[in-house]
């Protein structure tokens, strides 16, 4: 029998959960005095997020993948895969001064490979530790195997409860409506291309510009001046600019499929004296589990 979404999704997060507390408990240095830091961290990234999410794939059968947005980048998905990109990143600018503004120690502190700084003869392992490896895998789990488990349950739940799981499992409170808005612009960017490439190169490009650039952030939201407000201004017009750019693209994207006449997910019919499905989505008894488990995590990581 199979085991519905709204149970199997929270209890694969549960399980890479646990390995992320596991491998927090590693010590990465010792480890690495015999071999390469950043290959090290890329197995783990491997076994903790790769191995579960194949092993899940596996076991919800051969045809599964038809469901997971497994699709090439098409010409027409480049100029809404710009839009969001350019919508992301603002967004993300906008919401890191305001945070940083209010919790500056806890935001810098929380910052993407703080414990490894970049130098000239690593860049290349930084991009790929850091940036590319972990937007391959996370929108493979998030983009793809959490929001074919929630599809049936409407498009609305599973854009909002996979942002919100991709939030959860980063294990950071102060970061987290950072990371709840990524997953909503790389949710819909899945939605409106129906392929993983463009989300994936998205959270990559954005990953690296975290990565490199997030410093200078920290250097211009500390400086309390004029240039300062004028400078968030243009942040937040441009993310308006660019919202109504990336909104106005996926809607031709839309209306091409419905002049195709291209299928959209079913969903499922609710039955006599259920739960509305958005409620049986966020009450079931796995994804209240998980939701626990990760914020006790986040406390005691």
């Known amino acids: ?77 480049v100029t ?13 600018i906008a919401l890191s001064f305001l945070l940083y503004h209010f919790f500056p120690d806890a935001f810098v502190s929380s910052a ?14 930084l991009l790929i530790t850091f940036a590319l490896l ?9 983009r793809g195997i959490l929001s074919a488990e929630y599809s049936s349950y409407g498009a609305g739940v599973a854009v909002i409860i996979s942002s919100l799981c991709f939030g959860l499992l980063h294990f950071s409170f102060v970061r987290l409506p950072i990371y709840f808005f990524m997953g909503v612009v790389l949710s819909l960017t899945a939605g409106a ?16 510009f975290v990565l490199f650039f997030e410093t200078y952030l920290y250097r211009i939201a500390g400086k309390h001046s004029g240039g300062l407000i004028l400078l968030a201004f243009l942040i937040g017009v441009s993310t308006l ?25 079913l969903i499922r019919k609710r039955k006599a004296g259920e739960l509305s499905l958005p ?21 005691f990581l």
Request: charged share 15%.
């Open 193 to 208: 291309t129906r392929s993983l490439v463009p989300p994936i190169l998205i959270h990559g490009a954005n990953n690296a």
């Open 1 to 77: 029998m199979k085991i519905k979404g709204i149970h199997a999704a929270p209890a694969l997060l549960i399980v890479i959960g646990a390995l992320l507390c596991g491998a927090n408990l590693i010590d990465i240095e010792a480890i690495s005095k015999n071999t390469n830091v950043y290959l090290t961290i890329m197995v783990l990234e491997l076994i903790i997020l790769g191995v579960p999410a194949a092993f899940f794939c596996i076991l919800r059968g051969g045809s599964y993948s038809k469901e997971l947005r497994l699709r090439m980048m098409q010409t027409r998905h």
């Open 241 to 265: 600019v660019f919202a109504i750019l990336f909104f106005s693209r996926a809607e031709k994207l839309y209306y091409g499929y419905g002049v195709m006449n291209r299928p959209s997910p």
């Open 112 to 125: 993407m490979g703080g414990t490894l700084r970049a130098t000239e003869g690593s860049r290349l392992y």
């Open 134 to 142: 972990p937007a391959l895998l996370e929108e493979f789990l998030f």
């Open 279 to 299: 409620a049986q989505a966020f009450l079931s008894p796995t994804f209240l589990l998980f939701a626990v488990f990760s914020i006790i995590l986040t406390v």
């Open 80 to 92: 809404i895969t710009i839009w969001a990109f350019l919508f992301m990143t603002c967004g993300s």
